[in-house]
């Protein structure tokens, strides 16, 4: 199996060059992986959170696998309308993308998109889900 760490940087690489996603965020560097602890960030923002990995043994190839990740959008306001737009043109560029990484490829589909909810006064979170099987190059 491909680590997830060089999934998750192949990925955030990709999303920083698609402006149709980070022209609806604070700045163009506001894409992130999940864990990020910095203090130097803005809303609205993008975090990729990346699910389990699980081989695909059935085939005979254990070097294949089953990813799920997920988009997860933060933004501040009276209305969750922000986080819900930057939301749905994550889903909107990642449903149905054939992607290539640093010695993997795969297709990505969109495993659900959820409404943004409150989770603090004024912060919202919107997440796309995704899953996609992972191939070795």
């Known amino acids: 199996m491909i680590d997830n760490q060089v999934i998750q940087a192949d990925l955030i690489r990709w999303l920083l060059t698609q402006v149709a996603l980070t ?30 990995q699980v081989p695909i043994t059935e085939s005979g190839q254990c070097d294949l696998a089953r990813l799920t990740f997920s988009t997860r959008t933060y933004a501040e306001g009276g209305s969750s309308k922000v986080a819900d737009t930057i939301a749905g043109a994550a889903h909107r560029l990642l449903h149905r993308k054939q992607f290539k ?33 992972i191939y070795p190059a």
């Open 101 to 133: 990484g640093t010695g993997w490829s795969s297709w990505f589909y969109g495993a659900g998109l959820s409404s943004a909810t409150r989770t603090g006064e004024k912060l919202w979170r919107a997440e796309a889900s995704f899953q996609g099987v």
């Open 23 to 52: 022209s609806l965020l604070y700045d163009a560097t506001e894409v992130r992986e999940d864990q990020y602890q910095g203090t130097l960030f803005h809303y609205p923002n993008l975090r990729l959170a990346m699910g389990i």
